[in-house]
């Protein structure tokens, strides 16, 4: 049996001290104490094998491994993470765009529905003409850019619009009104273009086929 100090055991198994303290302490090694000094006691030139000594290091490098593999799977996981929130965010501002163009046009058709209202033609036209000529793109705006604001008067053109009046009957009409722009007081003439005021007044008899 050969003797040997912690220092000596620690250099011959190629390890620290510590873990000469350790297996001592688990009794993987015998020690002896001889005038106050601690012992490591070997049987052989290469207990390794006997000792455990081999068995540990395997293990550390298997837990080394196994930790470096974690490591790279936690890499995935997070970058997969990040790829999955930063899809969700941009689902989250595509849909918001989505919902706010369906407001904006909404609220532009329902504007166009209520200056229809606001000229009161009502009383000369069919309810349902009037909102679903609202509501007709295009039509609404030609509408719009043709009413005077304030005083009810808008164009003969929309007048005619709002009336729908045929295009063979337009022009036989228009020259009526064109005939008594300057004679009849139901009659506006602005920047030379024919006003009409339909809440004010009744043009039934310029109407008539």
């Known amino acids: ?25 688990r009794g993987s ?22 000792l455990g000594i081999g068995p ?19 890499d995935v996981l997070e970058n997969e993470t990040s790829r999955l929130r930063d899809q969700r965010e941009q689902m989250l501002i595509d849909e918001r765009i989505k919902v706010e163009q369906i407001y904006k046009e909404r609220d532009a058709q329902l504007r166009s529905v209520l200056h229809v209202v606001a000229t009161k033609f009502l009383s000369h036209v069919n309810p349902d003409a009037v909102m679903q000529e609202g509501m007709e793109k295009g039509k609404m705006d030609a509408i719009n850019a043709d009413v005077v604001e304030n005083d009810h008067w ?18 036989k009409i228009k020259n009526r009104f064109e005939s008594l722009r300057s004679r009849d007081a139901r009659i506006s003439v602005r920047d030379g273009k024919i006003y009409l005021s339909p809440s004010a007044f009744d043009y039934s008899d310029l109407l008539a086929p």
């Open 1 to 25: 049996m050969k003797k040997l100090t912690i220092a000596a055991a620690a250099e011959h198994f190629g390890v620290s001290k510590e873990a000469i303290h350790n297996r001592i302490r």
């Open 29 to 50: 090694l015998n020690c002896v104490v001889e005038e106050g000094v601690k012992y490591v006691a070997i049987a052989t030139a290469k207990p390794t094998q006997n």
């Open 154 to 171: 808008i164009s003969l053109k929309a007048f005619l619009k709002l009336k729908r009046i045929k295009d063979k009957e337009k022009k």
């Open 56 to 74: 540990d290091i395997r293990y550390t490098q298997y837990i080394e491994q196994e930790n470096e593999r974690l490591r790279g799977r936690v």
